[in-house]
């Protein structure tokens, strides 16, 4: 009778370090079989696939050879974004269809798009990084800091050594050109924004400097800081204002105060004059001569008064002769302006009075023209607030945009500088370091890989029979398995005989050289 031996080993008791020994030394055929055959059915297998062969460039980035601190670069994009963007460049069919055409490599037959696209798909870029640039730098220090990436790879697989190693070649040479192709576009096109900014700037400035000159022209006098000058000529003019008016006041009193005496001698000189009948000439020509006696004795004959007198006289005299010879009414020998002058005092007094009214017609010009200059300097007082606020709006956009003028000069001077730095390839530059070598080996497949993966699989698959095997096995092979089978304690047993197997140089036996023999397969007959 044969009962389930590991099948009841697992479910009743625990499995020992010795059972898995005995396992594998059962087992150890069925695993080893497919592990040694898997290795030469992957090496089999890799011989079904095209060789493919991959050549590999090597270019060295180098750094800014004027130092930074003297002319910043205008390409501050990471090296990595860079490297990135010259193999899209370099991959796109505007180049690549020139060099296919150029170089010959178009095989015949095959479609120029097939040909764009079976490149794409094999040529690879690998950057060669390493933590040395990263030694004696500050990284607290501002500014551009050392690239991470010393390098980059240029890889590409073809079926032939000699094409792989060719478009390598090619396409390292195209991203070497595009490199400093892309480096002097970005530098002039920041020369050219920057000269299109500045000539714009330069023409607001220019019309800021035109409206402020307009602005200064038509506010003159109303500026900010003419206000403590307007108010000092306010005050001057209204002091100007206050005399003149003092002035035309006493101007205007005198010329009343004189045309008042003038009033008065005209009327007494009239009187005299009316009375034109020789008694009464008589009895005026007696008064005069009294009062010349009376004068005489007390001035002089060059005293005013007595010359006066002496011609009144004189032409009272005249008078009587005239009445007494003219036989004219009497009233034609009446003085008037006509037949005769005004006396000296009454022209005098005239002259006066003339002479006020002139005073008065300037000082009252003169009163209107302070009264208008007063007008106009108050209006600016008044006015200077907002011309204050207008000015300072004008001149702070005219200092901001000079400001913004000198900083684009100062930038579009410095970017000058880095477009010759490019031009002269004086900035961050990729150098073939190694240029792309004939393959001596397939890079693909992997032979290796490819016994290494049957070696894997043979192991797996050795292993997974082994352990099916173990699960199908029904023997009873120890006493643990025969207890766990009958559930019954055992009362006696008898050893194994086995034979006995050579000892090996080191005078130890091969664990999987020890078998029972045929007779023993089965441990116990119920």
Not at 427 to 448: H, I
Request: proline share 5%.
């Amino acid at each position: 009778m044969r009962a389930s031996g590991t099948g009841i080993e697992m479910e009743n008791r625990e499995l020992t370090i010795d059972d898995y020994l005995a396992m594998l030394r059962r087992r150890l055929k069925v695993i080893l079989i497919p592990a040694l055959l898997a290795p030469i059915g992957g090496i089999a297998v890799s011989f079904l696939f095209s060789a493919k062969y991959t050549s590999e460039s090597l270019v060295m980035v180098e750094g800014q050879k004027v130092p930074a601190g003297i002319v910043q670069p205008v390409v501050t994009t990471d090296l990595t974004e860079r490297i990135a963007s010259l193999q899209q460049q370099v991959l796109s069919e505007s180049l690549l269809r020139p060099m296919l055409e150029r170089t010959g490599l178009l095989k015949s037959g095959q479609n120029l798009d097939d040909a764009i696209e079976a490149i794409r798909a094999n040529m690879a870029v690998e950057e060669v990084e390493t933590d040395l640039t990263g030694i004696g730098t500050d990284k607290k220090k501002s500014g551009p800091q050392p690239s991470p990436v010393p390098g980059f790879n240029v890889k590409y697989t073809a079926g032939n050594p000699r094409e792989a190693q060719q478009i390598c070649n090619e396409l390292t040479s195209l991203m070497l050109e595009e490199n400093l192709k892309s480096r002097e576009d970005v530098a002039r096109g920041t020369t050219d924004f920057l000269q299109k900014q500045l000539e714009d700037t330069k023409h607001n400035l220019d019309d800021l400097d035109s409206k402020l000159a307009e602005f200064k022209k038509q506010y003159m006098g109303q500026l900010p800081g003419d206000e403590d000058n307007n108010l000092k000529i306010l005050m001057g003019l209204n002091s100007q204002l206050d005399a003149n008016t003092q002035t035309l006041n006493r101007a205007q009193q005198d010329k009343s105060y004189t045309e008042s005496l003038l009033a008065q001698q005209i009327a007494a000189w009239r009187a005299s004059q009316s009375a034109n009948n020789p008694q009464t000439l008589q009895q005026q020509l007696s008064q005069l001569q009294t009062q010349l006696i009376d004068l005489q004795a007390r001035y002089t004959a060059d005293h005013p008064d007595v010359i006066k007198t002496l011609a009144d006289i004189a032409q009272i005299k005249k008078k009587l002769a005239e009445i007494n010879t003219a036989t004219n009414d009497a009233t034609s020998a009446t003085p008037t302006k006509e037949s005769g002058s005004d006396p000296p005092e009454i022209r005098q007094l005239r002259l006066q009075v003339h002479q006020y009214e002139d005073l008065i017609g300037q000082a009252s010009r003169d009163q209107k023209k302070l009264q208008d200059e007063i007008a106009v300097y108050q209006g600016r007082v008044a006015l200077s607030p907002a011309i204050e606020e207008q000015y300072k709006q004008l001149a702070r956009d005219y200092d901001n945009t000079q400001k913004v003028y000198q900083d684009l000069l100062a930038d579009k001077s410095k970017s000058d500088i880095a477009l010759r730095m490019e031009q002269q390839q004086q900035g961050e530059q990729m150098r073939l370091l190694n240029p792309a070598s004939v393959p001596d080996a397939p890079s693909f497949p992997n032979r290796l890989f490819f016994a290494g993966g049957g070696l894997g699989a043979g192991l797996a698959l050795g292993a997974t029979l082994a352990i099916w095997l173990e699960f199908r096995d029904k023997s009873i092979r120890t006493q643990g398995d025969a207890e766990a089978a009958l559930d019954l304690p055992m009362l006696v047993s008898m050893p194994w005989v086995v034979e006995t197997v050579p000892a090996n140089g080191n005078g130890k036996s091969h664990f999987w050289k020890r078998k029972p023999p045929e007779h023993m397969k089965e441990a116990a007959r119920l």
